[in-house]
Structures are given as structure tokens and as C-alpha cells.
T-cell receptor, first 114, second 113 residues
Framework: GDSVTQMEGPVTLSEEAFLTINCTYT??????LFWYVQYPGEGLQLLLK?????DKGSNKGFEATYRKETTSFHLEKGSVQVSDSAVYFC?????????????FGQGTTLQVKP | SAVISQKPSRDICQRGTSLTIQCQVDSQVTMMFWYRQQPGQSLTLIATANQGSEATYESGFVIDKFPISRPNLTFSTLTVSNMSPEDSSIYLC??????????FGQGTRLTVV
């Protein structure tokens, strides 16, 4: 079945370091891909998305490119801040008309130290 | 975007009891979704709630344990029945957005003792 695999955490970085969180997926159709972020004590927020191959989603300095050939959607940021400390979830939706039905990866905890 | 309000935000319940979680959206939506996030784990879809029909449950979840109501296009409830400590989780409501994205409520943090 469809699934999402993320790199294991926690990831601990110093402020201004480069961030990569790997995400790969398995899907029978043509999924839309998402990164969601969960800050401590808060709900999920959409960080960025890509709906077709080679699309690049970007927001708040984060980027991810939909790579169909490698079935990946890795999250990157050039210079992290302490305020980026959160749990990051990669997710996919296989239905363009039903994007509320999501399959999530296991989540990666990012801790940024000053 | 959609604004989703969930109640309660947290609760501590005795085993064997039931808790009903409410989800209110500020606009009419066709589908609403209920997820569970067990401690330290990812989100798992429990069911899809459609207005005017029975909810559609994912594998591993049954109506007797998680009955869902969807009386109109802006409201849904999820009941966690006959609770045990294993039901301690965050329960989240979400809705479809119009631009290929989902919006989530703040979640209900349930602890069963």
C-alpha cells in the first residue's frame, strides 16, 4: 500500500546550520506531497506542498522538490533558527479531490541549539 | 483557509468511560477527517466523515469504538468509547482545503487513567 518513510530523529543542529530531512514515498497513483510542522504544544500546520513531479514547494526558507524518479520529497533549509525547533511530518495524498485523506510519515523531531 | 475549533482541548478520563470530541469549521466542507496521534508517533487516519451518510473507517478502526456523527456541513463529533489507557492520544480533526491542502484543528489531548 501507499506509505511514507522519513529519516529517524531527533535531529540536533546548531543555529545557522543546513538542514535536510529525508522523505521517500511509495504510491500507486500520482500523489500530492506535503510537509507539515508541529510546534511544541500546537496543532499541525502546512509548511509546503507540491502537487506534481518536479514541482518545488517553498515557505519560510524551507524547500522541497517532488522527485518522481527517486520517489522523494526531501525538506531543506539553508540556515535554521532556534524557532524552527519542531516535529516535521512528510505526507502524501493520492487523491487530488480528497486531499484531507493523508498518509503521514513517522515524523522527525528537529532541535536547534543557539 | 479554514478555521477549525476542537473541544475539549484536553481531558483526563477514567477507563471504561466515553468521551465525545467536537469539531467545528468556520465554512461548509464536504468531508471531515479524524486522526489519532499516539504518544511519540505519527498521525493515523481513523475515519472520513461525510454529511448525510455513515463514516468510512480505516483498517483497524471500528464504529463501535469510534462512533462519528456529521449532522451538517460544518460540524462533526468523534466519540472514543469504553476507553482504556491505550486510547491515550491526541485526536485531530481536519478538513479539505480548496488548494490541495488539509487544515487541522488544534487537537484534543486525551489521557485515560
Amino acid at each position: 500500500g501507499d506509505s511514507v518513510t522519513q529519516m529517524e530523529g531527533p535531529v540536533t543542529l546548531s543555529e545557522e546550520a543546513f538542514l535536510t530531512i529525508n522523505c521517500t514515498y511509495t504510491a500507486t497513483g500520482y500523489p500530492s506531497l506535503f510537509w507539515y510542522v508541529q510546534y511544541p504544544g500546537e496543532g499541525l500546520q502546512l509548511l509546503l506542498k507540491a502537487t506534481k513531479a518536479d514541482d518545488k514547494g517553498s515557505n519560510k526558507g524551507f524547500e522541497a522538490t517532488y522527485r518522481k524518479e527517486t520517489t522523494s520529497f526531501h525538506l531543506e533549509k539553508g540556515s535554521v533558527q532556534v524557532s524552527d525547533s519542531a516535529v516535521y511530518f512528510c505526507a502524501l495524498s493520492i487523491s487530488s479531490s480528497n486531499t484531507g485523506k493523508l498518509i503521514f510519515g513517522q515524523g522527525t523531531t528537529l532541535q536547534v541549539k543557539p | 483557509s479554514a478555521v477549525i475549533s476542537q473541544k475539549p482541548s484536553r481531558d483526563i478520563c477514567q477507563r471504561g468511560t466515553s468521551l465525545t470530541i467536537q469539531c467545528q469549521v468556520d465554512s461548509q466542507v464536504t468531508m471531515m477527517f479524524w486522526y489519532r496521534q499516539q504518544p511519540g508517533q505519527s498521525l493515523t487516519l481513523i475515519a472520513t466523515a461525510n454529511q448525510g451518510s455513515e463514516a468510512t473507517y480505516e483498517s483497524g478502526f471500528v464504529i463501535d469504538k469510534f462512533p462519528i456523527s456529521r449532522p451538517n456541513l460544518t460540524f462533526s463529533t468523534l466519540t472514543v468509547s469504553n476507553m482504556s489507557p491505550e486510547d491515550s492520544s491526541i485526536y485531530l480533526c481536519s478538513v479539505d482545503g480548496q488548494k490541495s491542502e488539509a487544515f487541522f484543528g488544534q487537537g484534543t489531548r486525551l489521557t485515560v487513567v
